[in-house]
């Protein structure tokens, strides 16, 4: 693991330290699973993105949405008859 050094304002060096002893662990810890939520943030945002652009490109016709409608009524149904057993 590398070492790296981050500068920080009182302030939020305050709040990190004091959220680290409250979760007993360290400001190491608590800035790697914060910057790793943050690039997963990130991740997920831009796969959202993509979604949404390709289906602006190419929008589904209105034979889709019936399938989809259809096929979710059939699972949607299966699930109510499994738990009335």
């Not at 060096?13 to 959220?19: I, K, N, Q, W």
């Not at 831009?46 to 989809?68: I, N, S």
């Amino acid at each position: 693991m590398k070492v790296i050094q981050v500068p920080m304002d009182e302030r939020l060096l305050t709040a990190v330290t004091r959220s680290a002893k409250a979760r007993k662990s360290t400001r190491a810890a608590l800035i790697r699973e914060a910057c790793k939520r943050y690039l997963d943030r990130i991740e997920e945002d831009e796969l959202d993105r993509k979604y949404v652009e390709g289906y602006r490109r190419k929008p589904e016709g209105p034979a889709w949405g019936k399938l989809g409608e259809k096929l979710a009524s059939e699972v949607w149904a299966k699930e109510d008859w499994d738990e009335a057993w």
